[in-house]
C-alpha cells in the first residue's frame, strides 16, 4: 500500500521513514527541489542522525521516494499526510498558506481519483482548523464530500527534534481524530503495529490535544524557571528543589529544568496560536499571555547573573556556547540565542559565539557577531561564558578550556554542567536557579 507525505520537514520525513520502516511504500511530496533531490539521495536536510541513516536504508531498497509532482502522488495513494509547516504570523495566529497549497494539490488529486483516499493533518493547526478550513478547499476542489467520497482525519505529532525517529516509532499516544468513522478505522488499521495507547477523538478535539499538550510542556518550563529565579534570590540551589517536586507521581520529573526559556518551531508558536485562537472567542488567556512574557524575559536572568558576577559588561568579551533551540539539533527557529545575544549587545558586550552544528543555520540570524569554531577558540580571552543549548560537549569543560578565559565565570543557561567539575577546573560556577543573588 502507498502512503503518501506531503511535507519532507521534521515530521514529514519522520512520518514518511516510519512508515517505510512499518512496510508500507512511501511517496515524500515536497515544493523545494533541492530538499528532493536530497531526500532522493538518502540525505536528510537537516541534523538528525538515527533518521538519516534509516533513510537511506529505505531509499536505497527503493521503499521511499520524493517528489515535487503531488497531485500525482496523492493519486496513486491510499492515505495522504499533510505535514507542513504552520508558522506564526506577527500576530501570533498561524499561516495557513501552505497548506492551503498543499491541501489545494489534494483536491486536485481526489477529483480524478476513484479510490477512497484518507487526508490526514498531521500539521499543527488550531481547534477547527481541519472541518472549517481544509475541508471546503479539499470539497470544492474535487466536487466531492468528505467523510462519503475520501476520508478525514486529525493526527497530531508529538516527535521531539532529536529522537524524532524514536519518538515516531514508540509515540507515547495516538490520537485519531476522524470526520467520520470509516476514515479514522483506516487510520488506525495503518498505526496496526505500533503498539501505543490510542485515542479515537473528532477533528477539533484532536487539534485541542497537540495544543493543550504544547502548552502544558511549556508552562512545565516556566514554572521551572520561576522556582529557579525565585530559589535564587533565597540563596538556595533550585535542582534539588525541583528534583524533589519531580518525585510527585502527580508531577513527573521531565520538563523541570530551568534555563533561558523555551524555543523551538513548536511551544512559543503554539503558544500564541492557541492564545489567539481563543481570542476570538472573546476568551483572553491570561496564563498564555503570562507564559509568553515570562519567557521572553527569561534570557536576561542569565545577563544578570554574568553582570552580578562581572561587572558592566561595557567591552567584555562573551562567550555563547550552543546557538540551536537545545543541544543536539541544528534547527535554530525561535532560539533563546537570538534574545540573550540581543540582550549581551544592547550592553555593549562583545560577544563570540560557537555551535557544533547549528552555526551556519544561525550566521542567517545574526550574521554580524564574531563566531569561533571550537569551544576553545570560543572561550579564549572570554571575562564570561553562557551556555545556551546544552550539547553533550559542553559538560566536557574543562580546565583546558576554562584556563583560556581572561576570567573563568561560567553561566550555566541551562543547567547541564556539573558546578563541582566546574569548580575544581578553576571556574567560578552559576546557573539559573544556582549561584549570586
Ligand atoms: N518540528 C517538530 O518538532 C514538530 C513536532 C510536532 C509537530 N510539528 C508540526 O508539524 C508541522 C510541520 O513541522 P516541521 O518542523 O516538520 O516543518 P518543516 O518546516 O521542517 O517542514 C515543512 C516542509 O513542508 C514543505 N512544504 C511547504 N508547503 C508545501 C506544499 N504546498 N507542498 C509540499 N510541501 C510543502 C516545506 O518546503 C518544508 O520542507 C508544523 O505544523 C509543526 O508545528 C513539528
Same mark, same amino acid.
Given at each position: ?240 528543589? =525541583? @528534583?524533589?517536586?519531580?518525585?510527585? %507521581? +502527580?508531577?513527573?520529573?521531565?520538563? #523541570?529544568?530551568?534555563?533561558? !526559556?523555551?524555543? $523551538? ?26 507564559? =509568553? @512574557?515570562?519567557?521572553?524575559?527569561? %534570557? +536576561?536572568?542569565?545577563?544578570?547573573? #554574568?553582570?552580578?558576577?562581572? !561587572?558592566?559588561? $561595557? ?34 558586550? +562583545? ?87
Amino acid at each position: 500500500m502507498r502512503i503518501c507525505v506531503i511535507g519532507a520537514g521534521f515530521v514529514g520525513l519522520a512520518t514518511g521513514v516510519t512508515f517505510g520502516k512499518l512496510g508500507y511504500e512511501v511517496v515524500c511530496c515536497d515544493i523545494d527541489k533541492g530538499r528532493v533531490k536530497s531526500v532522493n539521495s538518502g540525505t536528510l536536510p537537516f541534523y538528525e542522525p538515527p533518521l538519516e541513516k534509516e533513510l537511506r536504508i529505505l531509499v536505497k531498497k527503493g521503499s521511499l521516494a520524493a517528489t515535487v509532482d503531488t497531485v500525482a502522488a496523492v493519486k496513486a495513494s491510499k492515505f495522504a499526510f499533510v505535514c507542513v509547516q504552520t508558522p506564526s504570523l506577527p500576530s501570533g495566529r498561524i499561516d495557513l498558506r501552505p497548506a492551503k497549497t498543499a491541501c489545494g494539490s489534494i483536491a486536485k488529486a481526489l477529483k480524478y481519483s476513484r479510490d477512497y483516499i484518507v487526508v490526514v493533518m498531521k500539521s499543527t493547526v488550531v481547534p477547527s482548523t481541519t472541518d472549517l478550513f481544509i475541508r471546503p478547499i479539499l470539497e470544492k476542489g474535487s466536487g466531492k464530500t468528505a467523510g462519503r467520497d475520501f476520508g478525514l482525519c486529525m493526527n497530531p505529532e508529538f516527535l521531539q527534534e532529536g529522537s524524532a525517529l524514536k519518538d515516531s516509532m514508540e509515540p507515547t499516544r495516538i490520537i485519531i481524530g476522524s470526520l467520520d468513522r470509516r476514515s479514522g478505522d483506516m487510520l488506525e488499521s495503518l498505526y496496526a503495529k505500533i503498539k501505543s495507547p490510542r485515542l479515537r477523538t473528532d477533528l477539533r478535539s484532536a487539534e485541542m490535544i497537540k495544543y493543550a499538550s504544547n502548552t502544558f510542556l511549556a508552562t512545565k518550563i516556566s514554572y521551572s524557571n520561576e522556582v529557579a529565579n525565585m530559589c535564587v534570590r533565597l540563596g538556595i540551589d533550585s535542582e534539588p528543589v =525541583l @528534583k524533589a517536586v519531580g518525585m510527585d %507521581p +502527580r508531577v513527573g520529573p521531565l520538563f #523541570l529544568k530551568p534555563g533561558v !526559556g523555551f524555543g $523551538g518551531s513548536c511551544l512559543p508558536k503554539d503558544v500564541r496560536a492557541l492564545k489567539d485562537r481563543v481570542r476570538l472567542e472573546g476568551y483572553e488567556s491570561r496564563m498564555l499571555s503570562t507564559l =509568553l @512574557k515570562m519567557n521572553d524575559e527569561q %534570557p +536576561r536572568e542569565a545577563i544578570r547573573l #554574568l553582570e552580578n558576577a562581572i !561587572g558592566d559588561l $561595557g567591552n567584555k568579551r562573551i562567550a555563547v556556547l550552543g546557538l540551536a533551540f537545545k543541544g543536539g539539533v541544528d534547527d535554530v527557529r525561535e532560539t533563546r540565542a537570538v534574545p540573550l545575544i540581543t540582550g549581551l549587545l544592547a550592553k555593549r558586550a +562583545r560577544v563570540v559565539a560557537y555551535d557544533p552544528m547549528a552555526m551556519q543555520n544561525f550566521i542567517r540570524l545574526m550574521p554580524t557577531i564574531e563566531y569561533a569554531s571550537s569551544v576553545s577558540e570560543c572561550m579564549k580571552g572570554a571575562d564570561g561564558c553562557i551556555i545556551q543549548a546544552d550539547w553533550p560537549q559542553f559538560r566536557k569543560l574543562g580546565k583546558k578550556e576554562i584556563s583560556l578565559m581572561r576570567a573563568p565565570v561560567i553561566v550555566d543557561g541551562r543547567r547541564c554542567l556539573d558546578p563541582a567539575t566546574i569548580k575544581r577546573a578553576g571556574g567560578k560556577y552559576l546557573g539559573i536557579g544556582y549561584g549570586l543573588q
